[in-house]
Each structure stands twice: as structure tokens, then as C-alpha cells.
């Protein structure tokens, strides 16, 4: 009886015992409050180490920070986590996020700056460093070439991380560090296997060369995509230095590793970095890159992010802490036209980048994949879908969406086709993607395609041919806003007005890997040095080295006067005064598609005044989020306590644009409600010439009042400050309704510009 009791118990601590270590277990990333640690520790890693192991004997430290977060990443079961949790000291136990980067994957249209008008002193802006977490790069890009760059500037105390896949010698003045980030990603995932990517900072994927090599590549004349966009590629800032972090592997971009790239960014001496990821959008606290933009921002480091290609649905950014500049993606003025000419003569224009063996000009037949295929899937082109039999010889018209668009030319080359027209849906409109096809290959918007498809069901014989015309430029309108861009309201705090203002994203040629084909598709053996893609993964760099600029031109101003610089002399209208594009719907953009507007460079350099904020006014900010002491500390590493007797508004973080949420009252029949009043303040510094300035306000809306008080600043110092309040008052209107305005300070030959956005909710 005792004996099969006591075996009993055995029996189920042992079950118990194997259970918990078989339960899964995942990467959390532990907020410690270093202030409290024990006396009985002599440091914080030894506190850290026996927390760890007060839960989990097994459990590793991957990684420690003390710059960006005071903590640690280990791996845990959930339970071992909860415990971990109620534990003094611990602030906040957050499962590892996982990160995408923001491009569309294969190549699509293309363009250059235009903002190579951009001139200023090479030795300036040679002192500034543009960190880049990314996939990292292929130093052997010419874009890194180094010739004329002066020493490494003297701040550097950064790294070029050698393995036998990067050579020390891939560093130079230029590239000047490069390390990577692997641990979160191999806790999770298991050792890398170098035969599909390589343990280096060595760009595997493309992604991270293209955004590095746009932010601050060196110029490169004849530069082209098989001839496509020919002439010089150059970085934004050509001649500043380039900081490669990758953290972003075959798996994703692990928050354990970002955090651990942007610990080491900071503490290297970057001036700038450049993050075209993100992740689903949730509280700032929970949010590895806000939190690490967070520490960067107090180091004086400017933060860009893409704001995501999730466009054109509302409220679908990412990245919008109000410490980071979110960008999103305009268009160039460049093309790359296609012609599909139908046996009914009518000819359709459309864009590609093929630039193989061309089709003859003789007719082809042509087939809808809907009708060559007995699947669903037949109508996308997805992988052995179509019907050779249907197929063989012809031209095939694929709807767009579902796989990547280069992979749809390789399906129907695949069955027999000989060419194929990419035709936009409904959630595509007009937004053209010019890719580097496999096969004779036309992307049309969704007016010809459906015009196509007319055709080819109302024709017992349907034909086609397909010519290209290679690179056209000034294609107008531009820029326009490209339909996957992200758009607002901000979706975490309606007060803060986001995306902060757009770029270039779409057709973007910037430097690539020599390890994958320009489509990124394993059948593709293509090298080029230069690649044209697309999505906001481009537009960020863009920002990043326009930040740079501006730097190196103000190397005293603190990352949220050089945004407030790029946002209020952005443009928001053509040079006819007509409103910028949105290419989703062909009809007028607005401040939730492009937030201040289009960014102006060289403006940027001498904007008369800033709004300008530091880490108080951002510790205040979150005091009006209501985020108690503990959560301040995961965000900002700051003992920090909200002052209970003041009155903190989130509306009131000096910001350089206006998001107004106005709640709808529900009236009753026939009442009128009382107006709402909403006030908020702001404070303008003086970095220009002496001037007084005179508010002007333009409003589509008569349900606004809008009232500047005063209306006039004089500004006779430099960084001299004013401020003044904006009263909106507001007649209720119905919920969902959005309205627009704008408020602009003009003096001497400044105009300061900021957008207003009003909602109902
Ligand atoms: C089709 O139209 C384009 C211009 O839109 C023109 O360049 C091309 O020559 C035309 N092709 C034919 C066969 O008409
Ligand atoms: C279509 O159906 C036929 C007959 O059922 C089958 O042999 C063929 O493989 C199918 N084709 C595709 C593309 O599914
Ligand atoms: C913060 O709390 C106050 C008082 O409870 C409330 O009025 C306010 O709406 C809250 N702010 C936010 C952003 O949740
Ligand atoms: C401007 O506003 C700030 C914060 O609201 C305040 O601290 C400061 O005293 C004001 N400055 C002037 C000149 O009124």
C-alpha cells in the first residue's frame, strides 16, 4: 500500500516534472527596474540571472540590454512566465513580437530622387553615421564605394563583424560597421543553416542592401535594371557613412534581435537609423521598436520607420509612436510603359520591366486563366493551376493578388504560356507595379484588364501582342500616393496625426544582393547590381537620409526638430495648386493618406521655425496616456511619476500637425448639441532669420471654427519661443465623417505649414 503510494507520487512529479519541460516555450523580453535590485547582488546580471533561474533552471539568457531597455531575453513556458511576472523588480514580461519588413517582395516600378537637387558641403554631412536595421548588405555593392570620403568620423566606436562570409576588408569608409543579430532568431528557430543564408552581416535577401544603399549609397553612374531607369543611382545622403545592423532573417526580424541591434546602434554612435519593418500595431510599451526609438530619440538619434503596406484600408499603420517619423510612399515621375494590342485593334497601356527575347508583333491567342483552369485558383495564376493543354502558346490574363506577381509569369510560362497580362482587381484600382518578369509580361490597371477580359469572353478567337517601350519620365501627375501605402487615423493614439509625411516607394532602384535574382524568387538565376522595387520599406530610407541631411546642417537640432522640418515644408498640392493624388481611388489624397504631405528637401534645410520636443514633453505625452510609473520605466527607462495635479493632454505633445477626434453626440431628434471644444497648444522656435509671422487657417469645413490665438509671432532671436493655442469648435457631425485644414504661419520667406485632421468617432 505505502510502497504504490509513494511510487504514485513519483509517478506524477515526474509526469508534472516532464510536462513542464515539454511545454512550448517561447522568447519574452523582461523589463527590470535596475532600481531596485537587491543589495545582495554586486550587479545587475547576477540579479537578472537568478530571476531567470527562480523560474526556470533550464532557461538561457539570450541576450542582456542596458541601453535601450534595462532586461533581458530568455525563452520561457507560459507558466514560467507568469511567475516570473508577480516577481519585485520585474516591470513587464512581453512575449517576443515578430517583425516584417515592409516590402512587397518583387521588384516593381521604379524612379530616382528628386531630391538629388539637393546640394550641400560633402564634409558636413560626411560626419554623419545612418544606421540601417535591415537584412543587411552586400558590401560589394558599388554603392559602397568609398572613394573621396574623408577618415571614419571620430564618434565611431562601431564594429565591421568578420566571419568567413564578410571579409574584413568589406568595410571601408563608406560601409563603416556592420554586425548582425541572431540569437533571438536561433533560440526560436534553431542553429542558422548557412547553405540558405549566411551567419554575417552579409545581405542574403536584397532588401537590406536596397534601403542602406538609398539612404547614403555613394553615386553610381550607369546604373540601370537591364537598362531600365538608366542613369546615376545615389543615396540621399551620398556622402554620409552607413551602419549595417541585421537583425532580419529568412524567419522574420525577431524583437529579441532588433532590440539587441538598436542597444548596439545607440551606444556605436549612429545619427540616424532606418527601420522599413514593422509589426502589428499595439501599445507603445509593448512595442519593441517604440520602446528601443524611444531610448534612441533621448540620445539625439532621428528614428525613421515605415509606416507599412497595408493601404488602402483606414487606420492600417504601423510604427506611430510619436518619437519616430512614420513614412509612407509616393510615386516618381517615371514609367516604364507596355503596350497590349488586342485583335480588335484597341491598344491599352500598361508597365513592365521585362527584358528578355520580346514577342513578335504578330497575334498571339489569348486565354483568361479563369478559363483555363479548373480551380479556384486558376483565376490568380497560383502554382500548377492552369491547364497546359488550355494554355500551350498562348498569352494568359492573370488577375492580380494571392502570390507575388513575378511568380504568376513563372506559373504560366510553366504550363505552356508564352506571355502573360497582370490585371489589377478591385483592391488594386489604377496602381501600376512594373516588374522584372520571367516571361513577356504587361501589368494593366483594372479598367483595361477589365476591358481585356471583355474581350477575350466576347471573342470566339480572342489575340493579343505585347511591346515595351523601356523608361519614360515625367510622367504626371506625381508624385501621386501609391494605394498600398498605410493609411491613418493613427489607430493607437487618434491625437497624433499619422503618417508624418511621404516619399518615394514606388519604382525605387537602389543597390541588391548578388545572392538572389531581382524578383527574389528562388527559379530566378538572374544578378543585377540594381534592383527597382516598391512599398514604404523604400520610402524609409528616403526619410532616413533626407534626416541626415539635415543633420549635417544642424547638427544641434534634436530628432523632432529635423522632423518638424520635413513636415512643414512638405507639399500637399501640385504646382497648379491642385491636391496630390491618391492613386487608390484617383480622386484627392488627404492628411490620413500622406500626413503633412510630400516631402520638400532642400526647404527642409532652412525652415524658419520648429516644433520642437524633448524626452519631457514625451514622458508628459505618456502621462496623458494615462501609463502608470511602471510602464513609463519600460518605455523610457526613467523614474518618472506623473504630477497627479496637473492636467496632461495628449493633444497638447508639441507636434508639427493637427488630428482632432471629435466624439459624435448622439442628439436627440431635433435637439441641437452643444459644440464641442477642443484647445490645443503648441510652441514654435525660431531657427531662421528674424521675422513676424501671421497665421493664415484654411478648412474644407464650415463644422469647424478654427481660432489662433494670437495671430501673430515676432520672432526676433534664433530659438526664441512662442507659443499659441488652436481652438477647434466643432457642431456634432456624423460618426465616421472626416474633415480637413490646414494652419500655416508665414513671416519673411518662411511659410511653416501644419495639416488638421477632424474626425468623428
Ligand atoms: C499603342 O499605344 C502607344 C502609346 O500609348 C504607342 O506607343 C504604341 O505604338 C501603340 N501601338 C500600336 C500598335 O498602336
Ligand atoms: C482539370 O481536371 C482534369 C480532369 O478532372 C484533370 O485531369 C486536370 O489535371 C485538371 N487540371 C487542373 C489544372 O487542375
Ligand atoms: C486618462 O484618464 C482620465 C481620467 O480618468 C480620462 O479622462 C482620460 O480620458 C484618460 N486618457 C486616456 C488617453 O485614456
Ligand atoms: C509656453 O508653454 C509652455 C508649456 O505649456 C510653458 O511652460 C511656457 O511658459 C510658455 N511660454 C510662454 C512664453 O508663454
Given at each position: 500500500m505505502?510502497?504504490?503510494?509513494?511510487?504514485?507520487?513519483?509517478?506524477?512529479?515526474?509526469?508534472?516534472?516532464?510536462?513542464?519541460?515539454?511545454?512550448?516555450?517561447?522568447?519574452?523580453?523582461?523589463?527590470?527596474?535596475?532600481?531596485?535590485?537587491?543589495?545582495?547582488?554586486?550587479?545587475?546580471?547576477?540579479w537578472?540571472?537568478?530571476?531567470?533561474?527562480?523560474?526556470?533552471?533550464s532557461?538561457?539568457?539570450i541576450?542582456?540590454?542596458?541601453?535601450?531597455?534595462?532586461?533581458?531575453?530568455?525563452?520561457?513556458?507560459?507558466?514560467?512566465?507568469?511567475?516570473?511576472?508577480?516577481?519585485?523588480?520585474?516591470?513587464?514580461?512581453?512575449?517576443?513580437?515578430?517583425?516584417?519588413?515592409?516590402?512587397?517582395?518583387?521588384?516593381?516600378?521604379?524612379?530616382?530622387?528628386?531630391?538629388?537637387?539637393?546640394?550641400?558641403?560633402?564634409?558636413?554631412?560626411?560626419?554623419?553615421?545612418?544606421?540601417?536595421?535591415?537584412?543587411?548588405?552586400?558590401?560589394?555593392?558599388?554603392?559602397?564605394?568609398?572613394?573621396?570620403?574623408?577618415?571614419?568620423?571620430?564618434?565611431?566606436?562601431?564594429?565591421?563583424?568578420?566571419?568567413?562570409?564578410?571579409?574584413?576588408?568589406?568595410?571601408?569608409?563608406?560601409?563603416?560597421?556592420?554586425?548582425f543579430?541572431?540569437?533571438?532568431?536561433?533560440?526560436?528557430?534553431?542553429p542558422?543553416d548557412?547553405?540558405?543564408?549566411?551567419?554575417?552581416p552579409?545581405?542574403?535577401?536584397?532588401?537590406?542592401?536596397?534601403?542602406s544603399?538609398?539612404?547614403?549609397?555613394?553615386?553610381?553612374?550607369?546604373a540601370?535594371?537591364?537598362?531600365?531607369?538608366?542613369?546615376?543611382?545615389r543615396?540621399?545622403?551620398?556622402?554620409?557613412?552607413?551602419?549595417?545592423?541585421?537583425?532580419?532573417w529568412?524567419?522574420?526580424?525577431?524583437?529579441?534581435?532588433?532590440?539587441?541591434?538598436?542597444?548596439?546602434?545607440?551606444?556605436?554612435?549612429?545619427?540616424?537609423?532606418?527601420?522599413?519593418?514593422?509589426?502589428?500595431?499595439?501599445?507603445?510599451?509593448?512595442?519593441?521598436?517604440?520602446?528601443?526609438?524611444?531610448?534612441a530619440?533621448?540620445?539625439?538619434?532621428?528614428?525613421?520607420?515605415?509606416?507599412?503596406n497595408?493601404?488602402?484600408?483606414?487606420?492600417?499603420?504601423?510604427?506611430?509612436?510619436?518619437?519616430?517619423?512614420?513614412?509612407?510612399?509616393?510615386?516618381?515621375?517615371?514609367?516604364?510603359?507596355?503596350?497590349?494590342?488586342?485583335?480588335?485593334?484597341?491598344?491599352?497601356?500598361?508597365?513592365?520591366?521585362?527584358?528578355?527575347?520580346?514577342?513578335?508583333?504578330?497575334?498571339?491567342?489569348?486565354?483568361?486563366?479563369?478559363?483555363?483552369?479548373?480551380?479556384?485558383?486558376?483565376?490568380?495564376?497560383?502554382?500548377?493551376?492552369?491547364?497546359?493543354?488550355?494554355?500551350?502558346?498562348?498569352?494568359?490574363?492573370?488577375?492580380?493578388?494571392?502570390?507575388?506577381?513575378?511568380?504568376?509569369?513563372?506559373?504560366?510560362?510553366?504550363?505552356?504560356?508564352?506571355?502573360?497580362?497582370?490585371?489589377?482587381?478591385?483592391?488594386?484600382?489604377?496602381?501600376?507595379?512594373?516588374?522584372?518578369?520571367?516571361?513577356?509580361?504587361?501589368?494593366?490597371?483594372?479598367?483595361?484588364?477589365?476591358?481585356?477580359?471583355?474581350?477575350?469572353?466576347?471573342?470566339?478567337?480572342?489575340?493579343?501582342?505585347?511591346?515595351?517601350?523601356?523608361?519614360?519620365?515625367?510622367?504626371?501627375?506625381?508624385?501621386?500616393?501609391?494605394?498600398?501605402?498605410?493609411?491613418?487615423p493613427?489607430?493607437?493614439?487618434?491625437?497624433?496625426?499619422?503618417?508624418?509625411?511621404?516619399?518615394?516607394g514606388?519604382?525605387?532602384i537602389?543597390?541588391?544582393?548578388?545572392k538572389?535574382?531581382?524578383?527574389?524568387?528562388?527559379?530566378?538565376?538572374?544578378?543585377v547590381?540594381?534592383?527597382?522595387?516598391?512599398?514604404?520599406?523604400?520610402?524609409?530610407?528616403?526619410?532616413?537620409?533626407?534626416?541626415?541631411?539635415?543633420?549635417?546642417?544642424?547638427?544641434?537640432?534634436?530628432?523632432?526638430?529635423?522632423?518638424?522640418?520635413?513636415?512643414?515644408?512638405?507639399?500637399?498640392?501640385?504646382?497648379?495648386?491642385?491636391?496630390l493624388?491618391?492613386?487608390?481611388?484617383?480622386?484627392a489624397?488627404?492628411?490620413?493618406?500622406?500626413?503633412a504631405?510630400?516631402?520638400?528637401?532642400?526647404?527642409?534645410?532652412?525652415?524658419?521655425?520648429?516644433?520642437?520636443?524633448?524626452?519631457?514633453?514625451?514622458?508628459?505625452?505618456?502621462?496623458?496616456?494615462?501609463?502608470?510609473?511602471?510602464?513609463?520605466?519600460v518605455?523610457?527607462?526613467?523614474?518618472?511619476?506623473?504630477?497627479?495635479?496637473?492636467?496632461?493632454?495628449?493633444?497638447?505633445?508639441?507636434?508639427?500637425?493637427?488630428a482632432?477626434?471629435?466624439?459624435?453626440?448622439?442628439?436627440?431628434?431635433?435637439?441641437?448639441?452643444?459644440?464641442?471644444?477642443?484647445?490645443?497648444?503648441?510652441?514654435?522656435?525660431?531657427?531662421?532669420?528674424?521675422?513676424?509671422?501671421?497665421?493664415?487657417?484654411?478648412?474644407?469645413?464650415?463644422?469647424?471654427?478654427?481660432?489662433?490665438?494670437?495671430?501673430?509671432?515676432?520672432?526676433?532671436?534664433?530659438?526664441?519661443?512662442?507659443?499659441?493655442?488652436?481652438?477647434?469648435?466643432?457642431?456634432?457631425?456624423?460618426?465616421?465623417?472626416v474633415?480637413?485644414?490646414?494652419?500655416?504661419?508665414?513671416?519673411?520667406?518662411?511659410?511653416?505649414?501644419?495639416?488638421?485632421?477632424?474626425?468623428?468617432?
Open positions: 505505502k510502497l504504490w503510494y509513494v511510487l504514485f507520487v513519483v509517478l506524477v512529479i515526474c509526469y508534472y516534472g516532464f510536462a513542464e519541460r515539454n511545454m512550448p516555450k517561447k522568447t519574452y523580453i523582461v523589463h527590470m527596474d535596475k532600481s531596485s535590485m537587491p543589495l545582495s547582488y554586486d550587479d545587475h546580471l547576477q537578472y540571472d537568478s530571476s531567470i533561474k527562480s523560474v526556470s533552471d532557461a538561457n539568457m541576450y542582456t540590454y542596458n541601453n535601450v531597455i534595462h532586461g533581458y531575453s530568455t525563452r520561457l513556458t507560459t507558466s514560467e512566465a507568469e511567475s516570473l511576472e508577480g516577481q519585485p523588480g520585474i516591470l513587464l514580461v512581453q512575449e517576443e513580437r515578430i517583425y516584417q519588413l515592409h516590402t512587397t517582395r518583387t521588384p516593381e516600378f521604379l524612379g530616382l530622387d528628386e531630391s538629388a537637387a539637393v546640394r550641400l558641403e560633402a564634409g558636413a554631412v560626411s560626419e554623419v553615421i545612418v544606421g540601417v536595421l535591415d537584412t543587411g548588405v552586400w558590401p560589394e555593392s558599388k554603392s559602397f564605394d568609398d572613394t573621396g570620403l574623408g577618415p571614419v568620423p571620430s564618434n565611431w566606436k562601431g564594429t565591421c563583424e568578420v566571419s568567413k562570409s564578410f571579409a574584413a576588408s568589406s568595410c571601408n569608409k563608406k560601409l563603416i560597421g556592420a554586425r543579430f541572431s540569437q533571438g532568431y536561433e533560440a526560436a528557430y534553431g542558422i548557412e547553405t540558405l543564408e549566411s551567419k554575417s552579409r545581405d542574403d535577401d536584397g532588401h537590406g542592401t536596397h534601403t544603399t538609398t539612404a547614403a549609397g555613394s553615386a553610381v553612374t550607369g540601370s535594371l537591364f537598362n531600365y531607369a538608366m542613369g546615376t543611382a543615396g540621399m545622403a551620398e556622402h554620409a557613412r552607413v551602419a549595417a545592423y541585421k537583425v532580419c529568412l524567419g522574420g526580424c525577431f524583437g529579441s534581435d532588433i532590440l539587441a541591434g538598436m542597444e548596439m546602434a545607440v551606444s556605436d554612435g549612429v545619427h540616424v537609423l532606418s527601420l522599413s519593418l514593422g509589426g502589428s500595431v499595439s501599445d507603445y510599451f509593448r512595442d519593441t521598436v517604440a520602446v528601443g526609438a524611444f531610448s530619440m533621448s540620445h539625439g538619434i532621428f528614428v525613421s520607420c515605415s509606416a507599412g497595408s493601404g488602402p484600408t483606414p487606420e492600417s499603420l504601423s510604427n506611430v509612436a510619436p518619437w519616430i517619423a512614420t513614412i509612407g510612399a509616393g510615386t516618381l515621375d517615371r514609367d516604364f510603359p507596355a503596350h497590349t494590342i488586342l485583335g480588335n485593334g484597341k491598344n491599352f497601356s500598361g508597365v513592365s520591366l521585362y527584358s528578355g527575347k520580346p514577342l513578335s508583333t504578330s497575334l498571339v491567342p489569348l486565354v483568361y486563366s479563369a478559363k483555363a483552369s479548373n480551380s479556384t485558383s486558376g483565376i490568380l495564376c497560383m502554382t500548377d493551376s492552369l491547364d497546359p493543354e488550355k494554355v500551350a502558346g498562348k498569352i494568359v490574363v492573370c488577375d492580380r493578388g494571392g502570390n507575388s506577381r513575378v511568380q504568376k509569369g513563372i506559373v504560366v510560362r510553366d504550363a505552356g504560356g508564352i506571355g502573360m497580362i497582370l490585371a489589377n482587381t478591385d483592391s488594386f484600382g489604377e496602381e501600376l507595379v512594373a516588374d522584372a518578369h520571367l516571361i513577356p509580361s504587361a501589368a494593366v490597371g483594372q479598367t483595361a484588364g477589365d476591358a481585356i477580359k471583355k474581350y477575350v469572353s466576347s471573342d470566339p478567337k480572342p489575340v493579343a501582342t505585347i511591346g515595351f517601350s523601356g523608361t519614360h519620365l515625367g510622367i504626371q501627375p506625381s508624385p501621386v500616393v501609391a494605394a498600398f501605402s498605410s493609411r491613418g493613427n489607430p493607437v493614439t487618434p491625437e497624433i496625426l499619422k503618417p508624418d509625411f511621404i516619399t518615394p514606388v519604382n525605387i537602389a543597390g541588391w544582393t548578388g538572389v535574382g531581382p524578383s527574389g524568387l528562388k527559379s530566378d538565376t538572374r544578378h547590381d540594381f534592383n527597382i522595387i516598391s512599398g514604404t520599406s523604400m520610402s524609409c530610407p528616403h526619410a532616413s537620409g533626407l534626416a541626415a541631411l539635415v543633420k549635417s546642417a544642424h547638427p544641434e537640432w534634436s530628432p523632432a526638430a529635423i522632423k518638424s522640418a520635413l513636415m512643414t515644408t512638405a507639399y500637399n498640392a501640385y504646382k497648379n495648386g491642385e491636391p493624388e491618391d492613386i487608390a481611388t484617383g480622386m489624397s488627404t492628411p490620413f493618406d500622406y500626413g504631405g510630400h516631402v520638400a528637401p532642400t526647404a527642409a534645410l532652412d525652415p524658419g521655425l520648429v516644433y520642437d520636443a524633448d524626452v519631457q514633453d514625451y514622458l508628459e505625452f505618456l502621462c496623458a496616456l494615462n501609463y502608470s510609473s511602471n510602464l513609463i520605466r518605455v523610457t527607462k526613467q523614474a518618472f511619476t506623473c504630477d497627479s495635479g496637473k492636467q496632461y493632454k495628449v493633444g497638447d505633445l508639441n507636434y508639427p500637425s493637427f482632432v477626434p471629435f466624439e459624435t453626440t448622439s442628439g436627440k431628434g431635433g435637439g441641437s448639441s452643444e459644440p464641442a471644444v477642443i484647445k490645443y497648444t503648441r510652441t514654435l522656435t525660431n531657427v531662421g532669420t528674424p521675422a513676424t509671422y501671421k497665421v493664415s487657417v484654411s478648412s474644407e469645413t464650415r463644422s469647424v471654427k478654427i481660432a489662433v490665438e494670437p495671430e501673430l509671432l515676432d520672432f526676433s532671436r534664433t530659438n526664441e519661443k512662442k507659443n499659441y493655442t488652436v481652438t477647434f469648435t466643432a457642431t456634432s457631425m456624423p460618426s465616421g465623417t474633415s480637413f485644414a490646414r494652419i500655416e504661419w508665414s513671416g519673411g520667406k518662411y511659410v511653416v505649414s501644419s495639416p488638421v485632421a477632424f474626425s468623428w468617432t
